[in-house]
């Protein structure tokens, strides 16, 4: 068992908790009968939980009782809620998953009542699993909620709902970072803005140059600084490297050639355009390791 076998299992969209228990249990070599005493669960409630087929919202079990599951299957403990639908390394803490629910909710433009009525569950079930009230942390209710609240994976999510902890308002954001109040919108509504604008915006909310690099996708041990001169001469340093021209790189990443001499010679560009070079620039990696 690997580590990117693990990561298969659990990234995979459209297979459900259940699933995924069972494909980890078979890369473990493992009887699903052996897993509730090894991970010091109750054996009733997980024999309901995978005889049932994740529409029986009553059989589900318990955010507490998936983690041991799942940390008995080899999965580590940055990795569950991505098993779930969450962001890769979303904390295992409650407060901060309710938050997210929320955050989610605000940023799609719809009230508590319409997300209840879709999950066919009462507002008040609505309002513990969020605030975090009584044992409402039940798997099926957070895998639905992220069903219902489609958003594609935003980087930025971190940095929207430090603005929301804050009840800043859109101006008020827009007044600190020193942008305009359109700038603002468009960070929130997943608009392509330049690296400059979302840098203002970030700093504003106090959030460090490292803390936008990872965001961004560097890798940590990267000697790279948060400046479009850093970035374009790493991106620079990354073709000549490995003998690509800016044609080479045009076809792999999608962007045009004139674009990517731009960010060569420092010029401010989208981060949509910076971490789309970074996910080619990972694949090639993970491509040139496998053929080695």
């Known amino acids: 068992m690997t580590k990117t076998n693990v990561y298969q299992i659990i990234s995979k969209k459209r297979t459900n908790p259940i699933q995924k228990i069972k494909s980890l249990a078979e890369l473990n070599g493992l009887n699903l009968s052996d897993v509730p005493k090894k991970a010091k669960i109750a054996k009733q ?14 059989n589900s079990i318990t955010l507490k009782t998936y983690k ?10 940055e990795d569950i809620m991505q098993s779930l639908g969450f962001p890769q390394s979303f904390p295992l803490d409650e407060n901060e998953i309710g938050f997210y629910i929320h955050t989610l909710i605000y940023i ?31 798997i099926y209710y957070l895998t639905s909620c992220m069903n219902i609240l489609k958003i594609k994976v935003d980087p930025f999510m971190k940095i929207k709902m430090e603005c929301i902890k804050r009840n800043m308002y859109i101006n008020q954001l827009a007044d600190k970072a020193h942008v305009n109040f359109q ?24 959030f460090s140059d490292q803390d936008i690099l990872k965001i ?17 001469n790493f991106f620079h340093s990354f073709r000549i490297k490995n003998n690509l021209t800016l044609a080479n790189l ?9 674009t990517l001499q731009k960010i060569e010679e420092h010029y401010n560009t989208s981060v949509y355009n910076i971490m789309t ?3 080619t620039i990972e694949q090639f990696h993970a491509k040139s390791s496998k053929n080695k």
Request: avoid cysteine; glycine fraction near 4%; aromatic fraction near 12%.
């Open 45 to 58: 409630s997980f024999d309901k939980f995978i005889a049932n087929d994740y529409k029986n919202k009553n």
């Open 68 to 77: 041991k599951i799942m940390l008995y299957l080899g999965v580590s403990e």
């Open 108 to 138: 799609n433009g719809m009230h508590y009542f319409e997300v209840a009525s879709q999950l066919n569950i009462s507002r008040q079930t609505l309002y513990n699993i969020i605030f975090n009230k009584s044992n409402s942390k039940r």
């Open 183 to 206: 700038t603002v919108t468009s960070f929130f509504q997943n608009n392509n803005i330049s690296l400059n604008k979302v840098n203002k915006i970030a700093y504003a909310l106090d």
């Open 216 to 232: 961004l996708h560097f890798d940590e041990n990267a000697e790279i600084k948060n400046s479009m001169e850093s970035i374009g």
């Open 250 to 258: 045009s076809s792999l990443t999608g962007i045009n050639v004139a």
């Open 277 to 279: 070079i970074n996910r």
